[in-house]
């Protein structure tokens, strides 16, 4: 699996109409769409398909044709990020229409290479699962063990001061296993 963690934009021309396709991360969703209503107020069509992992680690997806033909749009945007095994990730494609109708497969297809584009044309990350880790240590080796941690891909995501000091670690269950703190 993949996601992105920035937004990423492309645009993909057919017959006068134009598919200006942003891809982002899915927690922006809200905020992005808002702002895009706002930038192309002139624009006829805000079609978005988006891809997360819930809680349990179950991928929810949904997809709006917003007016055009049913199906056309949504739908072919949502598959070609799941054939890229795209998570945690939104797409919205924002169409002018060019004044010659591309026909229902036409817009499958339109919608799909602008989805196709913008994600050719973007940085993707591998999704790796993090799980979490308690550690205590000594106030006498806490230096050593962040220098330590600080030469894997591990967080550390809270310091709790008491007697000892506890660290919660956050990384590949697998990395977490290997450090055997």
């Known amino acids: 699996m993949q996601f992105v963690k920035e937004q990423f934009v492309q645009t993909y021309e057919i017959k006068k109409s134009k598919f200006i396709a942003y891809l982002f991360p899915y927690k922006e969703f809200k905020e992005v769409m808002e702002v895009l ?21 179950q991928i929810v997806e949904n997809c709006s044709d917003d007016g055009e033909p049913k199906g056309t749009s949504g739908k072919p945007s949502l598959a070609v990020m799941g054939g890229n095994d795209l998570i945690n990730s939104a797409v919205i494609i924002v169409r002018y229409f060019g004044g010659i109708k591309l026909g229902t497969g036409g817009l499958v297809k339109a919608y799909g290479n602008a989805v196709n584009l913008v994600i050719a044309n973007s940085l993707l990350h591998k999704y790796i699962k993090l799980d979490q880790k308690i550690i205590e240590v000594e106030y006498t080796n806490l230096s050593k063990i962040e220098y330590e941690i600080s030469k894997y891909d591990i967080t550390i995501v809270n310091k709790e001061f008491t007697n000892n000091v506890k660290l919660t670690l956050e990384g590949s269950k697998e990395l977490l296993e290997f450090l055997n703190f």
Do not use: C, I, S
């Not at 209503?37 to 680690?57: S, T």
């Open 37 to 57: 209503k706002k930038e192309h107020p002139k624009a006829r069509h805000f079609v978005y398909a988006y891809r997360y992992l819930n809680e349990f680690d």
